[in-house]
Structure formats: C-alpha cells, structure tokens
C-alpha cells in the first residue's frame, strides 16, 4: 500500500480535460514539494512536473500541477492519445516512511 | 546532455546478493549538489524508492530495505552501484537509477532516468 494515495483510474476523451489527485500528510506533501512523472508503456517514467508546479524543458504546457495543504493534482488539458500513460506522483517525507514516497500510480485512458 | 544506464544480472538466486551498476554520462558525482538514485518496479505495481548517494557520499535508504541495501559511487569511473542482500522472489523487478539536481530534500526529484534494467529472482 502506497504512502501517497491515487486514484488507480481515470479516464477522458480527446480534447477534455482530466485531474488526476495525489493525497498525503503533513510528513511528505504538506511540508515538501510534489513532483510527477509520466510512464508510456514499456518505457521508463518521465518527469512531467516537479516542485508542484513546474514544467521541465520540452513538457507541454497542456499539463500543469498544483497543491494544497497535503494534496496536490495534476491536470492535463486538451487530452490527447499519447497521453494514455500511469502517472505517478511523489515527494520526499520526512517521516520513517521516507525518504522517498509514491503514489500508487493512475493508470490514464484516452477514450 | 545527461544519460544514465542500468546494468547487473537479469537472473538470480533466492538468498543471492544483487548488483547493480548505473553507468552515467552528462554529470559528475564529484559536482556538489548532485546525487544519483535508484527505483524500483515489480511487474505491473508501482514504482518504490530505494536509495540515494549524493556528491558528498551522503546516503539515504529506504526504511524498510535499509538493512539489505548497500549504495556506493565510483567518481572516477562515474558510476554508482547497488547491492541488495538475501534476494528474494519479490525483489522481481525492473530496476531503475536516476539523476537527482539538488541535495534540498524538501525539493527532491529526478530529472533524468536511466532505462532500467529487469531482474527476476528465481531458483
């Protein structure tokens, strides 16, 4: 059982927009930043966002992330296919849990 | 450009000791505020945080493999290995390291992941 809490599923058709939530406590996304990264099947995750909020170089603006107190979301507007992926969120913490934790992962579907 | 690759065997025993080599490019490890970790996935689960060395050999490791975990860097050769004791059939996984930019730990993340390499422990 992970630490972060995810929905295992969401799902959206091309052109929607979907969040996905990440919940915590105040040891990991209530006291530290909250990063996201992407998996394509078969490949290696991708980091998507970081810091909760910022976008690395190359990563389209059609995602954004955001926190409050011990939850954070990602949102993916305009979907489109190649975003079917499992999103993972994550964050340091800062209790015997740590000092890594994730989320258990959304798997996301493009309808 | 940062690059990082996994390399290790791809079978092992039950009770056998992993290694695993990340072999990286774009990056020093003798360079302060970098560190390089190390991931892991079990086939169709999440991912789960193993360790981190950083540039100045600081170490952290998962609470609950701590005891079987050992992370070392070679600078010289830019590469940093994991062992991992006692193996067991649910250490299946595919193994992933990857870079970390800053040593702020409320700011944690990885910017750049290796391929990962799939090691099955079976008898």
């Known amino acids: ?11 959206g058709t091309p052109g929607q927009r979907v969040t996905i939530s990440c919940s915590g406590s105040s040891s990991n996304i209530g006291s530290n930043t909250v990063n996201w990264y992407q998996q394509l099947p078969g490949t290696a995750p991708k980091l998507l966002i970081y810091s909760n909020n910022q976008r690395p170089s190359g990563v389209p603006d059609r995602f954004s992330g955001s ?3 011990t939850s954070a979301s990602l949102a993916i507007t305009g979907l489109q296919s190649e975003d079917e992926a499992d999103y993972y969120c994550a964050a340091w913490d800062d209790s015997l849990n740590g000092p890594v934790v994730f989320g258990g992962g959304t798997k996301l579907t493009v309808l | 450009q940062i690059t990082l690759k996994e390399s290790g065997p791809t079978l092992v025993k039950p009770t056998q000791t992993l290694t695993l080599t990340c072999t990286f490019s774009g990056l020093s490890l003798s360079t302060s505020g970098v560190g390089v970790g190390w991931i892991r996935q079990p086939p169709g689960k999440a991912l789960e945080w193993l360790a981190v060395i950083y540039w100045n050999d600081d170490k952290r490791y998962s609470p609950s493999l701590k005891s079987r975990l050992t992370i070392t860097k070679d600078t010289s050769k830019n590469q940093v290995v994991l062992t991992m004791t006692n193996m067991d059939p649910v250490d299946t996984a595919t193994y992933y390291c990857a870079h970390i930019p800053t040593t702020v730990t409320r700011l944690f993340y990885m910017d750049v992941w290796g391929k990962g390499t799939t090691v099955t422990v079976s008898s």
Not at chain 1, 1 to 11: D, F, N, R, Y
Request: overall charge positive; charged content about 5%.
């Open chain 1, 67 to 69: 926190k409050s107190g």
């Open chain 1, 1 to 11: 059982q992970s630490v972060l809490t995810q929905p295992p599923s969401a799902s």
